[in-house]
C-alpha cells in the first residue's frame, strides 16, 4: 500500500493495526482549569494513521497542536476524548515505550552526565545488560560525531552537541518507532543535512519516524506524508510530493542547451500552440543548503582553499 | 479506636511501655488500629480515585470492540462496595452502642473488654479497612510486580550522582562544626553527663543536618524533573512512573544513609577522643542489657507484711508531670516502691553477684545538708522469704526461730558488704538460704545513676522454688520471682520512682555498636521525612513539598501534645477556649462560666479537635525513633526492639507510598 493510498483510504481502525505504527480516533486533548472548566482546546478530533516504514510530518505553527499530539502518543498528557494507540496498544500503556525512541524538542538530559553515561543511563531503563550497553553507547556516540567529547558533561555541550546526544538516547534501544520533536533545532547547516540523512537512513533500516519541525524545508525534504494543523484542527493529509505539486504549471529541465532568444521564441511557440504562457526563463537556481555542503565538502578536499574576491575591470 | 493503646501511627514514649512480640495481644490491636486508620484512608482514596477516574476515563478498546476504563479495576470496584456495605454496618453498631452503659455485660477480646455493639464496631472498622486496602492497594500490588530492580536502581544511581555532582554532599561538611566546639563547652552539667551531651549535640545535629538535606533534596527532585523537562525522557521509556519515585527515594535515602554512616563514625571517634570524665564513662559509656520488673507501690503492715497496692498508689507531690510517683521517707516510713521481677536469666544463678542499677528522682521538702543526698535502703528478697514463719534454728537444735530473728542474727556484721570484700561470700550463703539481701541507707542523688551487688545466690534460691510457688501473687497482683523493695529512709524527704528506674543488669554490650545503633533511629526519621517529601512532590511544586513534609515531621514531635489536645484531654481547653482563659486572667483548671460565648468558643474548639483528631493518623511519630536517647543513656538497644520500630515504620510509610503511586500514575507529566 502507498503513501497516497493510506491518505485516501477510508479511515478506519484496528486494534491490532499491523500495518499501522499509530493509530488515533477522535483524539481530543482540551486543557481545564482547577475548577475543571475550559481553557483551551490543543487538539480537536484528530483521526490520524501513520504507517509501519514510512516518515511522517507533522506541520503546524505555534500552538497548533504537534507537540501536544506527539504528548499524547507518548502518555505524556492523557486525552480529553478519543483514543491514542501505539503498536495497538493505549498510548498510555508503558510497555510500548520499549519500542519506542524520543527525541524531545530541547534535548532535555541530565546536564551533570557525560554523554557515555547518559548513555548508560537510559541504557538501563530498558534494562540492557552492560555489555550491550557499552556497546550500543559506543556505536551511538561514533554515529552522532560525539566520540571525542563523551567525557565531557553535557553542561559544557553546545545545543547542537545535545541534540545529537540526544538523538543518541533516542536511538538506545535501536526502536521501531522514533519520534522527533524539532530534530534540526540547535543545528548548523552540516548537522541538519547529517540529520536529515540520518532520518532517511533510519526509514531505509525499516523504521517509521514521525517527526515535527517548523522548518518546511527539512520536512519536505524528508517526509513521505505530512499532516498540517492550526488551532489544534488537521487541516491537510497526504503524500508530501501530492501536496505541494503545482497541478497549474509545467516545468521543463534541459541539459546541454545555451539560452539563445531563439530557442525562446520556439518554446513560446509551442507552450502559446497548447494554450499556455510562458513564465520564465532561464537557468534554474540550486538550493543554499546545496551550495552550502559544496562549498564545505570542497574546503575538506582542498585545504587552504578560500575566498578571493574577483577583480572587476 | 482504642484509647488503650495508641494506633500504629501513634507515638511511643520512651517510658512508655516499649512495644514487644511477648505482648502479642497489645500487637493484635495494633494491626487492628493500623487495618482500622490505613483503610479508612484507602477508602477515602478509594473513592476519590473512583470518582476522578469515572469523570475523566481513559478507554482501552477491547478486541469487541467495546471500551474499557484502564483506571478502574474490578479489584477496586469490589472492595469499594464490600467496604462501603461494612462501614453501613459500623455505621448501625455505633447507632446500636449509644445505650451502652458501665453495666452493660462486656465480653473480653484479646485482652480488652468491650460490650457486644462496641466488639462489632471495633472489627467491622477493621475488615472494611481491609477490604478498601485491598481495593486501593491491589492495582499497587500488581504494579510493583512489574517494576524492574534495574530501572529502579539506574534512577537511585542518577539520583545519587546528581547530589554529589551539585556538590550537596559538602553541606553534610558542615558537621564538622561540631568537633571544633566540644559540647561540655556550653553545657555546664555534672560531669557524668558528658556523654549525655556530646551524644545528644551530635545526634541533633545528624537529624537536622540530615533531615533537612534528605527532605529538601526529595521534595525538589520530581518538581526539578517536570521543571527542567527531564522527565519527558525518562517517562517515554518503558519506566512504571512508580519506579521513579522509589529510585528517587532509594537514590536520597542511600546518599544520607552514606552520609550518616560516616557522621556516626565521627561521633564516636569524637566521644572515643574526647578525654571524657571517668564518671561519664561510667555512667553511659556501656550498653547495658537491663531486665525490668513490673512496679507498684506497697505499704508494710503491721505484720511486715506488704498489703496491696491498691490501698497505696504512691504519694502524688503536686507536679503536673506524673510520670513518677513518690514515697515518704523516715526510718519508720511504711512505704515501699516495689519491683516485682516474675523471671530471671539463668545466668543470675551462677554469678557471683548482680548488678542492680536505679536512678530516681528526690522530692526535698527540707532543704537537708549539702553534698548529702538522701538515704535509701534496698531489700531484695524471693518467694521463699517469709519473715513470720518458724523455722528450725540452727544454733539450738530441736528448737524454733522466726525467720526474721534468724535472718537478723545470721547478718550480724555483714551490713553493705561489697563483692570482693572476704564477707561477700558469707553474703551470697545467707542470700542463698533465707532469699533475703538488704542494702541499707545507700545515698542516692537527683537522677545520678548508682549500683549495688545482689548476691548470685539469692536467684539460686530463687530457682529452687517450684515454678507455682515463683508464680504466685505480689501485693499488687502481678507475679513475681524476686522481689526489690525500696524504702526512703531520710525524714522529710520524698523519693520519687518509676518502672523503668530500677533493673538489674543482664549483661553489658559494647557501646559502639549501640551507638550504630542508636543512629538506626536516625535512619528510620529519614526515611519517613524523604518519603512524606517524595510523595507530595508528586502532587504539589518543592517549595510547597519541602514546606508541608517539614510541618509534618516538626509537629511530630509534639504529636503526644496534639494528641492530648485531640481528645480533650489537655489542661486548658481548646485554643479558643485558652484564649478566653488567657484574656480573662481565668484559672487553666477551673471550670469556665458557661456563657453563649464559651459556649461557641467550646463548640468550635470541638470542631477542630474533630479535625485534628484526623490530622493526627497522618503525623509521623517521629519521637519514638529517638533511639539515641537509649544510647546517650547507656542502654543496649535490642534487636526485637529495632524489628518492632521497623515495622511501626513500615506500616507508616506503606500508605504514603501508595498514595504517591497513585498520585504519578494520575499526573499528566506534561500538562
Same mark, same amino acid.
Given at each position: 500500500?502507498?503513501?497516497?493510498?493510506?491518505?485516501?483510504?477510508?479511515?478506519?481502525?484496528?486494534?491490532?493495526?499491523?500495518?499501522?505504527?499509530?493509530?488515533?480516533?477522535?483524539?481530543?486533548?482540551?486543557?481545564?482549569?482547577?475548577?475543571?472548566?475550559?481553557?483551551?482546546?490543543?487538539?480537536?478530533?484528530?483521526?490520524?494513521?501513520?504507517?509501519?516504514?514510512?516518515?511522517?510530518?507533522?506541520?503546524?505553527?505555534?500552538?497548533?497542536?504537534?507537540?501536544?499530539?506527539?504528548?499524547?502518543?507518548?502518555?505524556?498528557?492523557?486525552?480529553?476524548?478519543?483514543?491514542?494507540?501505539?503498536?495497538?496498544?493505549? +498510548?498510555?500503556?508503558?510497555?510500548?515505550?520499549?519500542?519506542?525512541?524520543?527525541? $524531545?524538542?530541547?534535548?532535555?538530559?541530565?546536564?551533570?552526565?557525560?554523554?557515555?553515561?547518559?548513555?548508560?543511563?537510559?541504557?538501563?531503563?530498558?534494562?540492557?545488560?552492560?555489555?550491550?550497553?557499552?556497546?550500543?553507547?559506543?556505536?551511538?556516540?561514533?554515529?552522532?560525531?560525539?566520540?571525542?567529547?563523551?567525557?565531557?558533561?553535557?553542561?559544557?555541550?553546545?545545543?547542537?552537541?545535545?541534540?545529537?546526544?540526544?538523538?543518541?538516547?533516542?536511538?538506545?534501544?535501536?526502536?521501531?518507532?522514533?519520534?522527533?520533536?524539532?530534530?534540526?533545532?540547535?543545528?548548523?547547516?552540516?548537522?541538519?543535512?547529517?540529520?536529515?540523512?540520518?532520518?532517511?537512513?533510519?526509514?531505509?533500516?525499516?523504521?517509521?519516524?514521525?517527526?515535527?519541525?517548523?522548518?518546511?524545508?527539512?520536512?519536505?525534504?524528508?517526509? /513521505?506524508?505530512? +499532516?498540517?494543523? &492550526?488551532?489544534? /484542527?488537521?487541516?491537510?493529509?497526504?503524500?508530501?510530493?501530492?501536496?505541494?505539486?503545482?497541478?497549474?504549471?509545467?516545468?521543463?529541465?534541459?541539459?546541454?542547451?545555451?539560452?539563445?532568444?531563439?530557442?525562446?521564441?520556439?518554446?513560446?511557440?509551442?507552450?502559446?500552440?497548447?494554450?499556455?504562457?510562458?513564465?520564465?526563463?532561464?537557468?534554474?537556481?540550486?538550493?543554499?543548503?546545496?551550495?552550502?555542503?559544496?562549498?564545505?565538502?570542497?574546503?575538506?578536499?582542498?585545504?587552504?582553499?578560500?575566498?578571493?574576491?574577483?577583480?572587476?575591470? | 479506636?482504642?484509647?488503650?493503646?495508641?494506633?500504629?501511627?501513634?507515638?511511643?514514649?520512651?517510658?512508655?511501655?516499649?512495644?514487644?512480640?511477648?505482648?502479642?495481644?497489645?500487637?493484635?490491636?495494633?494491626?487492628?488500629?493500623?487495618?482500622?486508620?490505613?483503610?479508612?484512608?484507602?477508602?477515602?482514596?478509594?473513592?476519590?480515585?473512583?470518582?476522578?477516574?469515572?469523570?475523566?476515563?481513559?478507554?482501552?478498546?477491547?478486541?469487541?470492540?467495546?471500551?474499557?476504563?484502564?483506571?478502574?479495576?474490578?479489584?477496586?470496584?469490589?472492595?469499594?462496595?464490600?467496604?462501603?456495605?461494612?462501614?453501613?454496618?459500623?455505621?448501625?453498631?455505633?447507632?446500636?452502642?449509644?445505650?451502652?452503659?458501665?453495666?452493660?455485660?462486656?465480653?473480653?477480646?484479646?485482652?480488652?473488654?468491650?460490650?457486644?455493639?462496641?466488639?462489632?464496631?471495633?472489627?467491622?472498622?477493621?475488615? +472494611?479497612?481491609?477490604?478498601?486496602?485491598?481495593?486501593?492497594?491491589?492495582?499497587?500490588?500488581?504494579?510493583? &510486580?512489574?517494576?524492574?530492580?534495574?530501572?529502579?536502581?539506574?534512577?537511585?544511581?542518577?539520583?545519587?550522582?546528581?547530589?554529589?555532582?551539585?556538590?550537596?554532599?559538602?553541606?553534610?561538611?558542615?558537621?564538622?562544626?561540631?568537633?571544633?566546639?566540644?559540647?561540655?563547652?556550653?553545657?555546664?552539667?555534672?560531669?557524668?553527663?558528658?556523654?549525655?551531651?556530646?551524644?545528644?549535640?551530635?545526634?541533633?545535629?545528624?537529624?537536622?543536618?540530615?533531615?533537612?538535606?534528605?527532605?529538601?533534596?526529595?521534595?525538589?527532585?520530581?518538581?526539578?524533573?517536570? !521543571?527542567?523537562?527531564?522527565?519527558?525522557?525518562?517517562?517515554?521509556?518503558?519506566?512504571?512512573?512508580?519506579?521513579?519515585?522509589?529510585?528517587? &527515594?532509594?537514590?536520597?535515602?542511600?546518599?544520607?544513609?552514606?552520609?550518616?554512616?560516616?557522621?556516626?563514625?565521627?561521633?564516636?571517634?569524637?566521644?572515643?577522643?574526647?578525654?571524657?570524665?571517668?564518671?561519664? @564513662?561510667?555512667?553511659?559509656?556501656?550498653?547495658?542489657?537491663?531486665?525490668?520488673?513490673?512496679?507498684?507501690?506497697?505499704?508494710?503492715?503491721?505484720?511486715?507484711?506488704?498489703?496491696?497496692?491498691?490501698?497505696? !498508689?504512691?504519694?502524688?507531690?503536686?507536679?503536673?508531670?506524673?510520670?513518677?510517683?513518690?514515697?515518704?521517707?523516715?526510718?519508720?516510713?511504711?512505704?515501699?516502691?516495689?519491683?516485682?521481677?516474675?523471671?530471671?536469666?539463668?545466668?543470675?544463678?551462677?554469678?557471683?553477684?548482680?548488678?542492680?542499677?536505679?536512678?530516681?528522682?528526690?522530692?526535698?521538702?527540707?532543704?537537708?545538708?549539702?553534698?548529702?543526698?538522701?538515704?535509701?535502703?534496698?531489700?531484695?528478697?524471693?518467694?521463699?522469704?517469709?519473715?513470720?514463719?518458724?523455722?528450725?534454728?540452727?544454733?539450738?537444735?530441736?528448737?524454733?526461730?522466726?525467720?526474721?530473728?534468724?535472718?537478723?542474727?545470721?547478718?550480724?556484721?555483714?551490713?553493705?558488704?561489697?563483692?570482693?570484700?572476704?564477707?561477700?561470700?558469707?553474703?551470697?550463703?545467707?542470700?542463698?538460704?533465707?532469699?533475703?539481701?538488704?542494702?541499707?541507707?545507700?545515698?542516692?542523688?537527683?537522677?545520678?545513676?548508682?549500683?549495688?551487688?545482689?548476691?548470685?545466690?539469692?536467684?539460686?534460691?530463687?530457682?529452687?522454688?517450684?515454678?507455682?510457688?515463683?508464680?504466685?501473687?505480689? $501485693?499488687?497482683?502481678?507475679?513475681?520471682?524476686?522481689?526489690?523493695?525500696?524504702?526512703?529512709?531520710?525524714?522529710?524527704?520524698?523519693?520519687?520512682?518509676?518502672?523503668?528506674?530500677?533493673?538489674?543488669?543482664?549483661?553489658?554490650?559494647? &557501646?559502639?555498636?549501640?551507638?550504630?545503633?542508636?543512629?538506626?533511629?536516625?535512619?528510620?526519621?529519614?526515611?519517613?521525612?524523604?518519603?512524606?517529601?517524595?510523595?507530595?512532590?508528586?502532587?504539589?511544586?518543592?517549595?510547597?513539598?519541602?514546606?508541608?513534609?517539614?510541618?509534618?515531621?516538626?509537629?511530630?514531635?509534639?504529636? @503526644?501534645?496534639?494528641?492530648?489536645?485531640?481528645?480533650?484531654?489537655?489542661?486548658?481547653?481548646?485554643?479558643?477556649?485558652?484564649?478566653?482563659?488567657?484574656?480573662?486572667?481565668?484559672? +487553666?483548671?477551673?471550670?469556665? /462560666?458557661?456563657?453563649?460565648?464559651?459556649?461557641?468558643?467550646?463548640?468550635?474548639?470541638?470542631?477542630?479537635?474533630?479535625?485534628?483528631?484526623?490530622?493526627?493518623?497522618?503525623?509521623?511519630?517521629?519521637?519514638?525513633?529517638?533511639?539515641?536517647?537509649?544510647?546517650?543513656?547507656?542502654?543496649?538497644?535490642?534487636?526485637?526492639?529495632?524489628?518492632?520500630?521497623?515495622?511501626?515504620?513500615?506500616?507508616?510509610?506503606?500508605?504514603?507510598?501508595?498514595?504517591?503511586?497513585?498520585?504519578?500514575?494520575?499526573?499528566?507529566?506534561?500538562?
Amino acid at each position: 500500500m502507498s503513501a497516497t493510498a493510506v491518505a485516501e483510504q477510508p479511515r478506519t481502525h484496528s486494534t491490532t493495526g499491523s500495518d499501522f505504527i499509530v493509530e488515533t480516533r477522535n483524539l481530543t486533548k482540551t486543557y481545564k482549569d482547577f475548577w475543571g472548566r475550559k481553557k483551551k482546546t490543543a487538539l480537536n478530533a484528530l483521526d490520524l494513521q501513520i504507517k509501519r516504514g514510512e516518515i511522517f510530518g507533522l506541520l503546524g505553527p505555534n500552538g497548533s497542536g504537534k507537540t501536544t499530539t506527539i504528548k499524547l502518543l507518548l502518555g505524556l498528557l492523557f486525552p480529553s476524548n478519543g483514543e491514542a494507540t501505539v503498536f495497538g496498544k493505549p +498510548a498510555a500503556d508503558v510497555r510500548k515505550n520499549e519500542r519506542i525512541g524520543y527525541l $524531545p524538542e530541547e534535548s532535555y538530559l541530565y546536564r551533570f552526565l557525560n554523554a557515555e553515561e547518559t548513555l548508560d543511563f537510559y541504557g538501563r531503563l530498558f534494562e540492557m545488560s552492560r555489555e550491550q550497553r557499552e556497546k550500543k553507547s559506543a556505536e551511538l556516540i561514533e554515529l552522532v560525531g560525539l566520540k571525542e567529547d563523551r567525557k565531557r558533561t553535557l553542561r559544557e555541550y553546545s545545543k547542537g552537541m545535545r541534540q545529537r546526544i540526544g538523538l543518541a538516547q533516542a536511538l538506545i534501544n535501536d526502536p521501531e518507532f522514533v519520534i522527533l520533536d524539532e530534530p534540526t533545532s540547535g543545528l548548523d547547516p552540516m548537522g541538519t543535512i547529517w540529520m536529515k540523512d540520518l532520518i532517511r537512513q533510519l526509514r531505509d533500516q525499516g523504521k517509521t519516524v514521525l517527526m515535527c519541525s517548523h522548518r518546511l524545508d527539512d520536512v519536505q525534504d524528508v517526509c /513521505d506524508r505530512i +499532516a498540517i494543523l &492550526f488551532n489544534g /484542527d488537521l487541516q491537510e493529509l497526504g503524500d508530501v510530493d501530492k501536496l505541494v505539486e503545482d497541478a497549474a504549471r509545467v516545468e521543463v529541465r534541459a541539459t546541454n542547451v545555451r539560452l539563445t532568444p531563439e530557442l525562446k521564441q520556439e518554446l513560446e511557440a509551442v507552450i502559446t500552440r497548447h494554450g499556455g504562457a510562458l513564465e520564465s526563463f532561464g537557468h534554474p537556481t540550486t538550493t543554499l543548503e546545496d551550495l552550502f555542503k559544496k562549498v564545505v565538502e570542497e574546503s575538506k578536499a582542498r585545504p587552504g582553499r578560500r575566498y578571493l574576491p574577483t577583480t572587476g575591470k | 479506636m482504642q484509647a488503650s493503646f495508641s494506633p500504629v501511627f501513634g507515638v511511643m514514649k520512651f517510658e512508655s511501655e516499649p512495644l514487644s512480640f511477648d505482648n502479642w495481644q497489645r500487637l493484635a490491636w495494633l494491626g487492628i488500629d493500623w487495618l482500622q486508620d490505613a483503610g479508612g484512608f484507602a477508602m477515602v482514596g478509594l473513592s476519590l480515585w473512583l470518582l476522578t477516574t469515572f469523570l475523566n476515563p481513559v478507554y482501552d478498546l477491547l478486541p469487541n470492540g467495546k471500551k474499557r476504563n484502564r483506571l478502574i479495576t474490578p479489584l477496586m470496584v469490589l472492595g469499594a462496595t464490600v467496604a462501603s456495605c461494612i462501614y453501613l454496618i459500623a455505621l448501625a453498631a455505633v447507632y446500636l452502642s449509644a445505650d451502652d452503659n458501665p453495666t452493660t455485660p462486656r465480653v473480653t477480646v484479646l485482652g480488652l473488654a468491650f460490650t457486644r455493639w462496641g466488639m462489632v464496631l471495633q472489627f467491622s472498622l477493621a475488615a +472494611a479497612g481491609l477490604a478498601a486496602i485491598v481495593g486501593f492497594g491491589g492495582p499497587f500490588l500488581r504494579d510493583c &510486580f512489574n517494576m524492574r530492580w534495574r530501572r529502579i536502581y539506574a534512577l537511585a544511581k542518577l539520583s545519587f550522582k546528581e547530589a554529589v555532582r551539585r556538590r550537596v554532599v559538602w553541606v553534610f561538611l558542615s558537621i564538622l562544626i561540631l568537633y571544633l566546639f566540644p559540647a561540655r563547652w556550653f553545657f555546664q552539667e555534672k560531669p557524668e553527663d558528658e556523654i549525655k551531651s556530646i551524644v545528644g549535640v551530635t545526634t541533633r545535629g545528624m537529624n537536622v543536618l540530615l533531615v533537612s538535606v534528605g527532605m529538601l533534596l526529595a521534595a525538589f527532585s520530581i518538581p526539578t524533573d517536570i !521543571k527542567n523537562l527531564t522527565i519527558h525522557t525518562i517517562v517515554t521509556k518503558p519506566v512504571e512512573r512508580f519506579e521513579i519515585v522509589l529510585g528517587r &527515594f532509594l537514590g536520597y535515602l542511600g546518599l544520607v544513609t552514606a552520609a550518616l554512616l560516616v557522621m556516626t563514625g565521627l561521633g564516636l571517634i569524637l566521644i572515643n577522643a574526647g578525654n571524657v570524665s571517668s564518671e561519664a @564513662e561510667d555512667e553511659s559509656m556501656k550498653a547495658r542489657v537491663a531486665k525490668y520488673g513490673r512496679m507498684e507501690f506497697g505499704k508494710l503492715g503491721a505484720n511486715r507484711q506488704l498489703v496491696s497496692s491498691d490501698e497505696f !498508689k504512691g504519694v502524688d507531690i503536686g507536679r503536673e508531670d506524673t510520670y513518677r510517683k513518690y514515697i515518704a521517707g523516715h526510718p519508720t516510713s511504711p512505704h515501699r516502691a516495689v519491683w516485682n521481677f516474675p523471671s530471671l536469666p539463668t545466668r543470675f544463678e551462677q554469678s557471683d553477684s548482680v548488678p542492680l542499677e536505679f536512678a530516681f528522682d528526690i522530692y526535698r521538702t527540707t532543704k537537708g545538708e549539702e553534698g548529702t543526698g538522701v538515704q535509701v535502703t534496698f531489700e531484695v528478697v524471693t518467694q521463699s522469704w517469709n519473715p513470720g514463719k518458724k523455722i528450725d534454728d540452727s544454733l539450738s537444735p530441736g528448737s524454733e526461730i522466726s525467720m526474721q530473728d534468724a535472718y537478723d542474727r545470721d547478718a550480724k556484721g555483714l551490713t553493705n558488704v561489697t563483692p570482693g570484700s572476704p564477707n561477700w561470700v558469707k553474703v551470697n550463703a545467707l542470700a542463698e538460704r533465707y532469699g533475703r539481701y538488704v542494702y541499707q541507707n545507700w545515698q542516692i542523688f537527683d537522677y545520678h545513676t548508682s549500683r549495688i551487688a545482689v548476691p548470685g545466690g539469692l536467684f539460686r534460691n530463687a530457682s529452687t522454688l517450684p515454678e507455682s510457688a515463683s508464680s504466685t501473687q505480689g $501485693p499488687g497482683g502481678s507475679s513475681r520471682r524476686v522481689q526489690v523493695r525500696v524504702k526512703c529512709e531520710t525524714p522529710s524527704q520524698f523519693v520519687g520512682v518509676a518502672r523503668y528506674d530500677l533493673y538489674f543488669v543482664e549483661s553489658e554490650g559494647n &557501646f559502639s555498636l549501640n551507638y550504630f545503633k542508636g543512629a538506626v533511629g536516625v535512619w528510620f526519621r529519614l526515611v519517613i521525612a524523604i518519603s512524606i517529601a517524595i510523595t507530595l512532590s508528586t502532587y504539589f511544586a518543592g517549595v510547597l513539598s519541602f514546606l508541608i513534609a517539614m510541618c509534618l515531621f516538626v509537629l511530630g514531635f509534639f504529636l @503526644e501534645f496534639i494528641r492530648e489536645f485531640a481528645s480533650g484531654a489537655n489542661i486548658g481547653g481548646g485554643p479558643l477556649e485558652s484564649l478566653a482563659r488567657l484574656i480573662k486572667n481565668s484559672n +487553666a483548671t477551673a471550670d469556665l /462560666d458557661i456563657t453563649p460565648t464559651v459556649r461557641a468558643l467550646q463548640m468550635f474548639d470541638g470542631v477542630s479537635r474533630w479535625i485534628w483528631r484526623r490530622v493526627t493518623t497522618v503525623i509521623p511519630d517521629v519521637d519514638r525513633y529517638g533511639l539515641t536517647d537509649y544510647v546517650a543513656q547507656g542502654f543496649s538497644i535490642g534487636p526485637e526492639f529495632l524489628l518492632m520500630n521497623f515495622l511501626t515504620l513500615v506500616a507508616y510509610v506503606l500508605p504514603w507510598l501508595v498514595a504517591a503511586y497513585y498520585l504519578m500514575k494520575v499526573r499528566e507529566i506534561a500538562a
